[in-house]
């Protein structure tokens, strides 16, 4: 485990690093050239403590009981945490520092709902719908020259704003998500035409199995590469992934949610080929969930986080969180894990380190109402 | 107390999301306002001639690959290996024609659902969707593909405020109509052209698919007293009844008019009276199946067919007795005039009836979906494709029954996955949307609170206002 201290002690931490150099000159805005920057918004508050498990904290395996169980056949990344099973690419380009893990982290957002703390991590403010445009738009204005894409089929939050953005998505009906599948189906159960007729189609559905899932997510990577790749292709980029609400049957809908977003990062590394070289990764959510397990096999919503910084062009092969620990009175409000670092913070100084951007600049037109 | 957002769904086509909170008033006085308001005209319609047009120029253009193959074809074929043989290469001037009249149709598509988002008259523009089902015709055929929409445009809309006899004659006579069900192939074996295959030894003659379908589908119904004998006689009086300008088909040469326009051909016609249902209708060339069908406009079976059908749409899949019988007077004492059958219509109480709701078919979900999220422009293919995957193809019901008009039909495990589908693709689609707000503003009294709840726990705006969309409440009218 590193400590973030240390790391700022040491100067190994790269994303830092860089903008507290003061023999870097920065230029007002950057040729965004070979560049490129994705982004994948996890909704629905992705559950951190299970996707990057504190296996080291004493508190860890009292909170989380059987919905740990998964974590034995993890990668071990050091003495604390451990890595989901199903992340097993991630957990290669780990190992081939490419991936930086960032834990505890969380946006200005302290509540608990997902379309205010969805609407605060896309807009950037320090309040939700303070601000009615999106940080990587704001972003590409200090990019000169360059696309930005959504792989949706409208442009989300974090994209909309004054610079043109494309979006673009398969034109076939989408799977409808596990997670609006099994909110459906508390929604007709009380329903006495629509509950039986839902059964028997989730029934017929299980039958037909869902592989679907991770084939979609790589495809989705695949096509984020395509829309990345050329000269002419975009310099960034957004993927929505859903379905990251895991109140109940946790572990299995995780396993599938991870090995969707593993494939789709293993697929848009290989479709980018040598462009990966230029490429850095954020995944985010909104918020993380809460330390101990609820009664239905889940965790409900919380609040520290864990971010992934991935790509060619990151200084990865470690876990960097000041760890505040799962002890009763280490926790948020008693329940969640307690954030130790802010995403803004992060975000800026990884785009301003990999862009060549000024941070201070970066960070008042990324996340304006941020106190200097 | 009627709650408006039940009356926007029961009798319009949903309330309009950016309509915010506007009040319709009224509700029974709001629908009734729409009759004297609607506007049967639509913009943008490909003309009835470019159709006919375009398909008389792709029967030429196959007429003319067939023979270019026949000549082009070496005699060295044969010796080709089965690997080197071009699989049945299809003309690229045919595959483009194919192409032109796909398109054709889905702007048509286009232009029916821009119309019933915007429609200031939706009460109307329901009526009109269930007179074109009423008189299904179906765009699956090479000659109806171009056509199915227009019966809709042309003879429909145009007649929906006004006779029921009108909107039939002008149905029947339509081109897509006349292709649809056969009428343009039919010969009167007596008739001048008739006799001449006859001679030539010729296999050609009657086709009675029309006369049947006017009977059992679109004016008596099934079943009520009429026989085979009265089917063959009203085949013989629609003999002549063809479409102008398409080159094709029997005695093409004699038939006269503007392309794709009805019209009467005497050498087709098998001559002498008819007698259907008892009554004699002496010769009188393309008047005699119009007197006939005048007859069936005003016939009590009509009457009640019609009333029947009417409040299965607007009450329930079992038709109320008590509803019927008003309609049927209504359609009966005003020689079905159908303003006076609608009013009746609005003033039945089981129409009312806010706890025994219909199950939306997927066009109407779709309608109510887009009008929900505030949509007022929508790209025809993509619309074309997605009522293609809820099952309900615009004007392609499976038969000349047209499509089925109750729960039964619509609600299935497999098309409630696909209704789930659909809305998260129309969520994802609609931009900047709050579920939160808008669910009061569609569902009103009607929305429940395990919705509400459900909608402000999602996991985001965009799961929020798919939940919306295909929750119980959305899913009926």
């Known amino acids: ?372 | 107390m009627t709650s408006p957002t039940f009356a926007e769904s029961r009798f319009g086509l949903g309330p309009r999301g950016d309509d915010g909170t506007v009040s319709i008033g009224d509700p029974r006085s709001w629908a009734v306002a729409q009759i004297a308001r609607f506007q049967p005209a639509i913009a943008n319609l490909p003309s009835r001639a470019a159709i006919a047009t375009e398909l008389a120029d792709f029967y030429e253009l196959r007429r003319t690959a067939k023979a270019d193959a026949r000549q082009e074809s070496p005699p060295s074929v044969a010796m080709m290996s089965k690997a080197a043989m071009p699989k049945a290469a299809v003309d690229p001037a045919i595959k483009a024609a194919r192409r032109e009249a796909r398109d054709g149709y889905a702007r048509l598509v286009g232009a029916r659902l821009a119309s019933a988002l915007s429609t200031p008259t939706p009460f109307l523009e329901r009526i009109t969707h269930f007179w074109a089902n009423h008189f299904a015709v179906s765009a699956q055929k090479v000659t109806t593909v171009g056509f199915a929409g227009l019966l809709e445009m042309e003879a429909v809309r145009p007649h929906v405020t006004g006779r029921f006899g009108d909107m039939l004659l002008a149905a029947e006579q339509h081109p897509a109509m006349l292709f649809y069900l056969d009428q343009a192939q039919s010969i009167g074996p007596n008739s001048a052209l008739g006799q001449r295959a006859a001679a030539r030894g010729a296999n050609r003659g009657l086709n009675e698919n029309l006369a049947r379908e006017i009977l059992e589908l679109h004016t008596l119904g099934v079943r009520t007293g009429y026989d085979q004998a009265d089917v063959t006689e009203f085949a013989r009086a629609l003999t002549g009844w063809t479409v102008a300008g398409v080159g094709r088909g029997p005695g093409a040469r004699f038939v006269t008019g503007n392309p794709g326009d009805f019209s009467f051909v005497d050498a087709l016609h098998e001559p002498g009276a008819r007698t259907i249902l008892g009554r004699r209708f002496a010769e009188g060339g393309e008047g005699q199946a119009r007197a006939v069908l005048e007859m069936l406009a005003v016939h009590p079976a009509t009457a009640r067919h019609v009333a029947t059908k009417l409040s299965r749409h607007f009450a329930a899949d079992d038709p109320p007795p008590a509803m019927v019988a008003r309609l049927e007077r209504a359609f009966l004492s005003s020689g079905g005039d159908l303003p006076t059958v609608y009013r009746a219509l609005i003033a039945s109480p089981e129409a009312w009836d806010e706890t025994q709701p219909k199950f939306r078919s997927p066009w109407d979900w779709t309608v109510a979906s887009l009008r929900a999220v505030g949509t007022r422009e929508v790209q025809p293919l993509p619309a074309v494709a997605l009522l293609n995957q809820l099952g309900q193809p615009v004007w392609m019901p499976p038969s000349p029954a047209g499509w089925d008009d109750d729960a039964a039909s619509w609600a299935g495990p497999d098309a409630l996955v696909r209704r789930v589908e659909a809305a998260q693709r129309i969520a994802e689609r609609a931009n900047a949307v709050d579920a939160r707000s808008l669910a009061p503003v569609l569902l009103g009294a009607q929305l429940a609170p395990a919705t509400a709840t459900a909608i402000a726990r999602a996991e985001s705006p965009t799961t929020g206002l798919a939940l919306l969309l295909a929750s119980p409440e959305m899913l009926r009218r």
């Open chain 1, 1 to 372: 485990m590193f400590n973030r201290r240390k790391f700022l002690a040491n100067g190994v931490l790269a994303v830092s690093a860089a903008c507290l150099n003061p023999h870097l000159a920065f230029a007002a805005g950057a040729e965004s050239g070979d560049k490129r920057f994705v982004f994948i918004i996890q909704r629905g508050a992705a559950d951190g403590l299970a996707i990057l498990a504190p296996t080291g904290d004493p508190a860890y395996a009292g909170l989380r009981g059987d919905l740990a169980a998964d974590i034995a056949t993890g990668t071990k990344l050091d003495s604390m945490f451990t890595l989901h099973p199903a992340l097993a690419q991630t957990a290669k380009l780990y190992a081939a520092k490419e991936a930086l893990l960032v834990h505890a982290v969380a946006s200005p957002y302290r509540d608990r709902s997902h379309f205010d703390g969805q609407n605060v991590l896309e807009s950037g403010g320090l309040a939700a719908y303070r601000i009615k445009d999106g940080w990587i738009n704001r972003l590409l204005g200090e990019l000169h020259g360059g696309k930005a894409v959504a792989l949706s089929p409208t442009v989300p939050l974090a994209l909309r704003g004054a610079v043109p953005v494309e979006s673009y998505a398969p034109s076939n009906l989408p799977d409808a998500s596990d997670d609006l599948l099994i909110r459906i189906g508390d929604l007709y159960a009380q329903d006495r035409q629509l509950g039986p007729l839902w059964n028997q189609a989730l029934a017929a559905r299980a039958k037909a199995g869902d592989s679907g899932d991770a084939k979609g997510a790589a495809a989705a990577g695949t096509l984020a590469a395509r829309l990345l790749g050329g000269p002419d292709g975009a310099r960034v980029a957004m993927i929505e992934t859903n379905g990251w609400d895991t109140h109940n049957g946790q572990r299995g809908r995780l396993t599938a949610q991870l090995t969707g977003l593993d494939s789709l990062l293993s697929a848009l590394k290989s479709g980018l080929g040598p462009a990966w070289r230029d490429t850095m990764v954020i995944v985010a959510t909104e918020f993380g969930r809460t330390a101990r397990a609820n009664g239905t096999g889940g965790t409900d919503h919380g609040t520290g986080a864990l971010a992934m910084i991935l790509g060619g062009a990151v200084t990865g092969g470690r876990v960097m969180a000041d760890w505040p620990g799962l002890a009763p009175q280490a926790l948020y409000d008693g329940r969640d894990l307690k954030p130790t670092m802010d995403l803004d913070v992060l975000i800026t100084d990884s785009l301003a380190r990999h862009f060549g951007l000024d941070p201070i600049r970066t960070s008042s037109i990324l996340f304006p109402d941020r106190r200097a």
